[in-house]
């Protein structure tokens, strides 16, 4: 196999980078290649955001803007894109964006290491916010920003410097130049390359294969099933930057136009592997808006930029947010090989602790997730110690129907009680043809403790976790009721919505 070229657009110009491994990091080329060190690594697994830097990609004929964690980003997945670093916000006069200005007018900055990272932050929400005639208020702002920590707790002139950009004279990009060299790289990628087809001698195939149909995707997962399989790459990231993993060949999901779409049916959404988590969350969003708060909270706007919710499925940690929700809203899985398709109930993919049962030869295609039905009352709680941007310890979603007060359906999936994403069988057992009612949620709690046996480890004691799962099917039945006021939900600091 033979290292493909990237290229990709800063700073008006084509950037070109020859005999980068499949494995390299963004944030490593930015750094020890192009001495771009403004861009810091704090944590090197996508968690603190000091490493943020933004992607543009050609939408048609504008520009989608995404911040992302480039400690755990890999630099062969930009090709084709372009990029900004807190390098490239200065005017040619050295005059600061606005970005830039803020933070200086409102002191957000203590020591400084977080700050560039803050800053690209606030960029991403300047291009696709504020460029656009949007206001940018104290909760967007506190809510895109949820994936960049300040060790210093200097959060508040944080907010107000992101509230108060609209201030400065406004920069804008030219977008219509930007999307011509896009178009162009895409010309010339597919001129040169194949656009990430497989080709038929392995030795002169390219390490990084980013098919850009689904045909090519099965074709490469047919000839290289050895190759590291990526989508977003947030937990591939991880194996890096921290398990010290090196990779012969990576095989991309996300330039596969038919897996990036996201399609709305009578009965379903049929969601694409390679749709980012934002545009998933969003989709979900659309048709249950109680999710918006959990859809937030699964991780940082630059981890959910990057990552995918195909990604997040056929990974199949047992703490992975996503596959509890799912499972209770009764989601199915679609796989593919050049053999054909089959389809899942999605707790059905996995066999154990990371494994599944996909073939050598398959891939997460879709996720397919009913429409809310008449009647349905549908929650998920994730259960963590920072209230943002964290991984869980308990995460418990249900959904339920009642027919006169009998419990006529009930779908129960739960996160960090097993060695893979579960469906809580017993307890759905226990209050299918049950008339719904305080002590019945009582029975379903201790239900809910007698059917897991959890384990101890960093996040929680197993019999704190026993203790929530319990106390969180209370939880349910009280909001099931009509109470809001028992959740950080329903809680706002005065001038919150500033």
């Known amino acids: 196999m033979n290292t493909q070229p990237i290229r990709f657009i800063r700073r008006g110009a084509v950037v070109a980078l020859d005999a980068v491994p499949p494995d390299r990091t963004l944030l490593e080329v930015l750094r020890e290649d192009l001495a771009c060190t403004g861009t810091k690594e704090g944590c090197g697994e996508g968690d603190c955001g000091a490493c943020t830097v933004v992607l543009g990609e050609r939408q048609d004929d504008g520009i989608t803007?995404?911040?992302?964690?480039?400690?755990?980003?890999?630099?062969?997945?930009?090709?084709?894109?372009?990029?900004?670093?807190?390098?490239?916000?200065?005017?040619?006069?050295?005059?600061?964006?606005?970005?830039?200005?803020a933070m200086v007018q409102c002191n957000g900055s203590q020591c400084g290491f977080c700050t560039p990272g803050f800053v690209m932050s606030l960029f991403g929400m300047?291009?696709?916010?504020?460029?656009?005639?949007?206001?940018?208020s104290r909760a967007l702002a506190q809510e895109e920003l949820s994936g960049n920590l300040c060790r210093c707790t200097g959060y508040r002139p944080i907010l107000e410097a992101a509230c108060s950009m609209a201030?400065?004279?406004?920069?804008?990009?030219?977008?219509?130049a930007l999307v011509a060299q896009l178009r162009q790289l895409e010309q010339t990628e597919a001129a040169t390359t194949g656009a990430g087809r497989p080709g038929k001698n392995p030795a002169t195939a390219p390490t990084y294969l980013a098919p850009r149909t689904l045909a090519d995707l099965l074709e490469a997962r047919a000839a290289y099933p050895a190759a590291q399989v990526v989508a977003?790459?947030?937990?591939?990231g991880l194996w890096v930057t921290k398990m010290h993993e090196q990779f012969a060949a990576v095989l991309d999901v996300t330039r596969v136009a038919e897996l990036r779409r996201i399609e709305r049916y009578p009965h379903h959404v049929a969601i694409g592997a390679a749709a980012s988590l934002t545009e998933a969350f969003a989709a979900l969003v659309d048709t249950r808006a109680q999710l918006k708060t959990f859809a937030n909270r699964f991780a940082g706007l630059p981890v959910r930029n990057a990552g995918t919710l195909g990604g997040n499925v056929a990974n199949g940690s047992p703490i992975g947010d996503s596959m509890p929700l799912l499972i209770a809203l009764g989601a199915n899985v679609v796989l593919m090989s050049r053999r054909g398709h089959r389809e899942m109930p999605l707790e059905a993919l996995y066999t154990g602790y990371r494994q599944n049962v996909m073939a050598a030869d398959e891939v997460l295609a879709w996720i397919k997730v009913p429409l809310p039905v008449a009647g349905e009352f549908s929650r998920v709680?994730?259960?963590?110690?920072?209230?943002?941007d964290d991984i869980s310890a308990i995460c418990l979603a249900l959904s339920l129907r009642l027919?006169?007060?009998?419990?006529?359906?009930?779908?129960?999936?739960?996160?960090?009680?097993?060695?893979?994403?579960v469906r809580a069988v017993r307890t759905q057992q226990a209050l299918l043809g049950q008339r719904w009612s305080r002590e019945l949620a009582h029975t379903a709690a201790q239900a809910l403790r007698d059917e897991f046996q959890p384990i101890s480890d960093m996040r929680a004691s197993a019999a704190?976790?026993?203790?929530?799962?319990?106390?969180?099917?209370?939880?349910?039945?009280?909001?099931?009721?009509?109470?809001?006021?028992?959740?950080?939900e329903s809680f706002a600091l005065q001038g919150d919505a500033a």
């Open 403 to 421: 027919d006169d007060g009998i419990v006529s359906f009930i779908s129960i999936g739960v996160g960090g009680v097993a060695a893979t994403p």
């Open 464 to 488: 704190y976790r026993s203790t929530v799962l319990g106390n969180l099917m209370q939880r349910f039945w009280l909001e099931s009721q009509g109470e809001t006021a028992i959740n950080l």
């Open 232 to 236: 977003g790459c947030t937990d591939v």
């Open 167 to 176: 201030m400065y004279p406004q920069v804008a990009l030219d977008e219509g």
């Open 381 to 388: 709680y994730k259960i963590s110690k920072r209230f943002d």
């Open 126 to 136: 300047y291009q696709n916010h504020f460029a656009r005639g949007h206001t940018i």
């Open 65 to 101: 803007y995404r911040a992302v964690n480039s400690c755990i980003r890999l630099a062969h997945s930009i090709d084709g894109l372009a990029l900004w670093t807190v390098e490239d916000l200065a005017g040619p006069d050295g005059g600061l964006h606005p970005a830039q200005q």
